[in-house]
């Protein structure tokens, strides 16, 4: 017998070690990766309340709250489950805002949702039903500028009101002819007295 009280060698007598959790794994990892993701979600969740976002968005966000890749896959999927990110129901929202508040054309909306994070097959989805009335939208546009531009004389007034346009996403003969046609009428509009707007640059 030997000094660990074994009579053949001492070695079958030393139980396995067996790791619980896996090798190198703390038992409360496990704990502190759910209250991570845990963490993770209620983050993204008051996001939300304030503002909506798009899975691209929504990602990133994640990214910054100490979330692996598969957390943070895990969180998306059961967000889009829920409901809670629509990348479709997004896009449709930011169109009629964009067309109804913004007086956008199609060009500068496909551009804001490109901006979002959402992807092309989204974006010609929700832009399918829009009408192609580009040209009428522009002028309503146009005409709720023309007036404030009459101090100044016409080919600056044009050159100005060309340049809105444009930075709403529609295209330079659309927004030449809207431009022209709401100069115009906003000229007409003024008393008649042969003077020609003042350029006060």
Do not use: W
């Not at 000094?3 to 030393?14: K, P, Q, V, W, Y």
């Not at 409360?28 to 304030?50: F, I, M």
């Not at 990602?59 to 990348?87: E, N, P, T």
């Not at 994070?117 to 309503?140: F, H, K």
């Amino acid at each position: 017998m030997n000094r660990h009280g074994s009579t053949d060698g001492g070695e079958d007598r030393l139980a396995p070690v067996i790791p619980l959790f896996g090798a190198g794994t703390h038992p409360s990892d496990s704990a502190q990766t759910d209250q991570a993701r845990e963490l993770g979600e209620a983050s993204l969740v008051r996001k939300l309340r304030a503002r909506s976002l798009s899975v691209s968005e929504a990602r990133q966000h994640l990214r910054g709250q100490s979330l692996d890749a598969s957390q943070i896959d895990d969180v998306i999927d059961a967000f889009c489950d829920r409901g809670y990110l629509d990348d479709l129901a997004l896009a449709e929202q930011l169109v009629l805002a964009g067309v109804e508040r913004k007086g956008q054309g199609r060009v500068a909306l496909s551009r804001a949702l490109a901006q979002r994070g959402i992807t092309r097959d989204v974006i010609d989805t929700a832009m399918g039903d829009l009408p192609d009335d580009d040209a009428e939208r522009a002028l309503d546009f146009a005409r709720t500028k023309a007036r404030s531009l009459s101090r100044l004389d016409f080919d600056t007034a044009l050159r100005r009101l060309i340049g809105q346009l444009a930075r709403r996403g529609y295209a330079g003969s659309i927004a030449m002819a809207a431009a022209k046609t709401a100069l115009n009428e906003a000229m007409l509009g003024q008393p008649t007295t042969g003077v020609r707007f003042v350029d006060s640059e």
